[in-house]
């Protein structure tokens, strides 16, 4: 080999090397990119969980806190216990963990709104339509103030506890109380 063609053959390892390194380089850079925007994704869906978790025996909209009934309830996922144990718990004070306790002994007596709409469908032998529901049970209980969602998916929930009966014409759906020992022909 010629000093020329080891020279050619050197100075092409040096660009095809210096290439590489730059190709690398912006690889580097967009998965750092990716990383960081992954890593916010997780401190949101973190937060997201850590919400879930915390109204996780909020099943029953009704049960919320008022302020969150119009908001849709969120499934709990269960997760690894790498990523549980990756998580810090968050710091509570003392003076909130004595408000959400107070708050949830205060509202306990409070009447499920499942069972404050089976009570008003008993009042009833013919189906009674849910918004017709809604009304009257704001009217009797002033303090109660579900969205028409909310007592639909109450209605709902009854219907599949086999406690109402669902009637459908057309359009319209209407619910009746199930009485003791009926079954249900649907």
Do not use: C
């Not at 978790?53 to 119009?70: C, H, I, K, T, V």
């Not at 009854?158 to 009926?182: C, D, F, N, P, W």
């Amino acid at each position: 080999m010629t000093d020329h063609s080891a020279a050619t053959l050197r100075s092409r390892y040096v660009a095809q090397a210096a290439s590489d390194l730059e190709e690398n380089r912006q690889r580097q850079q967009e998965l750092a990119e990716r990383i960081s925007v992954l890593k916010q994704e997780e401190a949101l869906l973190a937060e997201i969980l850590n919400l879930a978790e915390r109204y996780e025996g909020f099943a029953d909209a009704s049960r919320l806190p008022e302020q969150l009934q119009d908001e849709p309830t969120v499934a709990k996922r269960k997760t690894p216990a790498r990523t549980a144990a990756r998580r810090p718990a968050p710091a509570k004070s003392a003076t909130a963990t004595k408000t959400t306790k107070a708050g949830a002994q205060g509202k306990s007596h409070r009447p499920l709104l499942g069972d404050l709409l089976a009570e008003l469908l008993g009042q009833y032998e013919e189906p009674r339509p849910a918004k017709e529901l809604r009304d009257e049970l704001l009217e009797k209980h002033p303090d109660r103030n579900p969205t028409p969602q909310v007592v639909r998916n109450t209605l709902e929930s009854l219907v599949a506890k086999g406690r109402i009966r669902r009637h459908k014409h057309q359009r319209s759906v209407m619910y009746t109380l199930v009485e003791q020992g009926e079954t249900d022909s649907d």
